[in-house]
């Protein structure tokens, strides 16, 4: 058994076999064989063990022919693994003692073994886990071969263990039988882990080497909540999760009970909690947990889950299927937000130097105008389907801004000589998350109809903490004081000059900021469905008046600590159950 800590980024738990994704998407997710099958599984094994010592001499006399005896002396260490019968043995006894598939064995011990070496203390030795590492991959290769499983094709439950995912990845996979996932990389605000939430699956980000630790076919607990994972927990902690999993279900079916009911506090102010989204089909779901309206659709996923640039019509259906879903609610189409951690497929393949200060969102669709036209196109002739709000991501500029709605305005001109309707009072707002627009939200206010804070990106442009880097993650909080003020700033800001502001980024669904949030004025939050409930409670259970004090307090503290401390205490007053 092994314990990981890492960050949870979303909740729940789920124990499950593991499906390792390596760079090359390999995936083990059978672990057992009928007994009756060992010989067949130990010939398969030699057979690998045979072709892979063939290639490695192919590719060692090729190396030494091309680049020095030196270097090509490199793989005579991978074919003395390959060769060493100590080695094989221990496979063939995994095969036939615990009735392994040849994958699963290999993988066991390979793992086993790059592990000793990780322990010593000689450089050149411990560097010798990525060979390791290396020989691993080439025999399960061979192993899988023809009968490479992907994420495609599950037929069981699993849990996904992963370097990272990419956003596209996770919101492709599939939803029936991936019950949770954990990865090396990513951070709390980084999009793979938003979806996840989305979804409402457990995953934890940020666990360093947990794909050198975990082999395909391990079980797997994987604690959202506590951002754990452990790899083949024993008895004990199975059965403490088996617990702790039931009392989460109890606590999810108790929240539900509050769905049908305002989000207003006991004096009587009403705020609306609306949802995130990235596709129309978490509608449903989030109307389900009580959602008032969509406050953020992240429209670009469109580009990322699908091989090809959408049309205007894959656009345009996919607003009408929204508004249908949503019988008159409002829904707030946030233009392309492409780029930093979310590329296509094709984009990814040249990155950027420092891709979030780069060509992204905004930037890319005035840069691309045909394709930014291709979307404005579908908003406008959907908006007479329903109540439709455009919202513009990472302004930093007021130009910017004006450029945007100088190409709307372009839009609307052709749509009209076109014969085609569409509604020109159309409410346009923008995202506040870039420090910049935060510090100046007077002079923008003038020129937009409402404000969304975009908490993941201000945080992470006002701290200078890469939301995707786990090696920052500690850094990356909403509660440091000068990021409370940006957002009180801007709130302001939208009550001085009457128009809406909301708050979408993750901090919205946090229920140790909703306190702060309600008492700084704010009254709209969009948040990943499943996080509606749980702040609807808080709402709920306090005066807009003791929620004024928090605030006024809260903006007293110059540390993130004391702010941290101050509102887990107050929330936990009114909720003692809370965190
Ligand atoms: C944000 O930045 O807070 C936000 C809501 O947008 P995204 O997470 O998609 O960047
Ligand atoms: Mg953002």
Do not use: W
């Amino acid at each position: 058994m092994e314990i990981k800590k890492g960050i949870g980024v979303s909740p729940g738990i789920v124990i499950s076999t593991a499906v390792v994704l390596d760079a090359e998407n390999l995936v083990i997710p059978q672990r057992r064989i009928d007994p009756a099958r060992t010989d067949e599984e130990v010939k398969r094994l030699e057979h690998a063990f045979a072709a892979g010592v063939e290639d490695l001499t192919k590719l060692r006399n090729e190396t030494t022919a091309a680049h020095g005896k030196e270097i090509g002396g490199i793989f005579d260490f991978h074919l003395g693994i390959l060769r060493d019968k100590s080695i094989t043995k221990q496979i063939v006894k995994e095969i036939k003692e615990q009735h392994s598939t040849a994958e699963y064995a290999v993988s066991t011990v390979m793992r086993r073994y790059a592990h000793q070496f990780t322990a010593m203390k000689d450089r050149y030795l411990s560097e010798r886990v990525k060979d390791i590492h290396d020989i691993e991959r080439r025999v399960l290769k061979l192993l899988i071969g023809a009968k490479h499983e992907d994420l495609g094709h599950l037929t069981q439950s699993v849990v996904v263990i992963a370097h990272d995912l990419l956003p596209s990845q996770t919101a492709a996979l599939d939803r029936v039988h991936v019950k949770g996932f954990a990865t090396d990389a990513g951070g709390r605000t980084s999009h793979t882990a938003i979806v996840a939430r989305a979804m409402g699956i457990p995953a934890v980000v940020g666990l360093g080497d947990l794909t050198a630790e975990v082999s395909g076919g391990d079980t797997i607990i994987i604690d959202g909540n506590r951002g754990v994972v452990i790899i083949n927990p024993d008895e004990e902690q199975l059965a403490e999760h088996r617990e702790f999993e039931k009392k989460l279900v109890k606590l999810e079916a108790e929240l539900t009970t509050i769905r049908d009911l305002p989000a207003q506090t006991l004096d009587g102010h009403s705020v609306s909690l609306q949802a995130n989204i990235e596709f129309p089909e978490e509608i449903p779901d989030a109307l389900r947990r009580g959602a008032s309206g969509i406050g953020l659709y992240r429209t670009e996923f469109l580009y990322l889950a699908s091989p090809t640039e959408p049309t205007e019509d894959d656009h345009y259906k996919a607003y009408v299927e929204s508004l249908k879903l949503l019988a008159g609610r409002p829904l707030v189409l946030r233009t392309l937000d492409l780029g930093a951690d979310k590329y296509t497929q094709e984009k990814a393949a040249q990155p950027e130097r420092n891709p979030f200060l780069g060509d992204r969102s905004i930037r890319m669709c005035l840069h691309d105008i045909p394709m930014f036209k291709r979307q404005l196109r579908a908003i406008m002739r959907a908006s007479v389907l329903g109540d439709v709000r455009i919202m513009f991501p990472m302004i930093s500029t007021l130009m910017e801004l004006r450029q945007a709605k100088m190409v709307l305005n372009d839009v609307m001109e052709e749509l009209e000589d076109e014969g085609l309707p569409f509604r020109r009072e159309i409410s346009t707002g923008i995202m506040v998350e870039v420090p910049s627009v935060a510090m100046m939200p007077n002079e923008f206010a003038k020129e937009v109809n409402f404000f969304s804070i975009g908490t993941n990106d201000l945080i992470q442009y006002t701290l200078a903490v890469d939301r995707t880097n786990e090696k920052v993650a500690g850094l990356f909080s909403p509660a440091h004081p000068a990021v409370l003020r940006l957002i009180r700033d801007v709130i302001r800001a939208g009550t001085r000059n009457s128009i809406a502001v909301s708050v979408c980024g993750e901090m919205a669904g946090e229920p140790l900021y909703t306190l702060l949030l309600l008492g700084l004025g704010l009254t709209i939050f969009s948040m990943n469905g499943p996080d509606i409930p749980e702040v609807k409670k808080i709402i709920r259970s306090t005066t807009m008046e003791h929620a004024k004090q928090v605030a006024r307090r809260v903006m007293s503290f110059d540390s993130e600590r004391q702010v941290m401390h101050f509102l887990r205490e107050e929330t936990r007053k009114i909720i003692p159950e809370a965190f």
